[in-house]
């Protein structure tokens, strides 16, 4: 195993919790906007995170409804319109209550940055939904601190196709196993191991008891270092955050693990 290049962070439930208390909060004040009675309570969202895009769970869902508009057409300018309203409020919601950072996460993010290590962003939720949480938590110059930032627009098939991620590497010249993925989801899992690149998973609310296959670790967060598999052992200050070099040696080992759902 190459020594690490760069760590690739997935956003949504992975930098930030962000799909319960965020994106599901603004689609319902989108709903709410357009004068539409649908409303998407905690369950239903967990449902709908099956699949990928904001816009895409819109059109799944009015699959389901008898009030959706009745051509293809009109719900797909009915998507957009929401998907639009949507990622405002979301914007307004970062800005205000705040979304805060995954415990651990920072200080990972530090570590990177003091050992030359290459931070990415490789999601396909929008940039402007990237764009509000990175700057509302590392401020204005945020884009400076990432090597690559790769969102939904960059992309024509999204995760679990692994596009996002092998445009990531070509932007930042690295091979797969010069890097890390550290994602939550079975679909963000799936697009890293399709582009050979190997998988951390700090399990999200909304995917911790998910089937995750393939993965080099996973654990309850990077902010322990108790509870994971494969096992670490406790740092010399007891129970301190996961590091880069538990990543390397993660990922030097080659193994998998899976949890099955």
Known sequence: MNPLKAVLWDVDGTLVESERDGHRVAFNLAFEALGLAWRWDEARYGELL???GGRERLMNDMTTRTDAPATA???DALARDLHARKNRY???LVGSAGLPLRPGVAALMRECAERGVALGVVTTTSRV???ALLQAHLGA???????AVVCGE????????PEAYRLALRTLGIGPLEAVAIEDSPGGVAAARAADVPVVVPLSAYFARATIEGAVAIGPGLHTRAGW???LHPGA???GPVTLDDLQGWCAQMDTVSQYG
Not at 141 to 147: G, I, L, S, T, V
Not at 154 to 159: A, E, F, G, L, T
């Open 237 to 239: 200050c007891g129970d």
């Open 141 to 147: 110059p945020w884009r400076d601190r990432f090597a």
């Open 50 to 52: 099956r699949i990928t």
């Open 73 to 75: 057409d009109e719900r």
């Open 154 to 161: 960059d992309v024509r098939n999204k995760k679990p196709d």
């Open 129 to 131: 939904n990237v764009e």
């Open 229 to 231: 598999r494969p096992a």
């Open 90 to 92: 979301f914007a307004e």
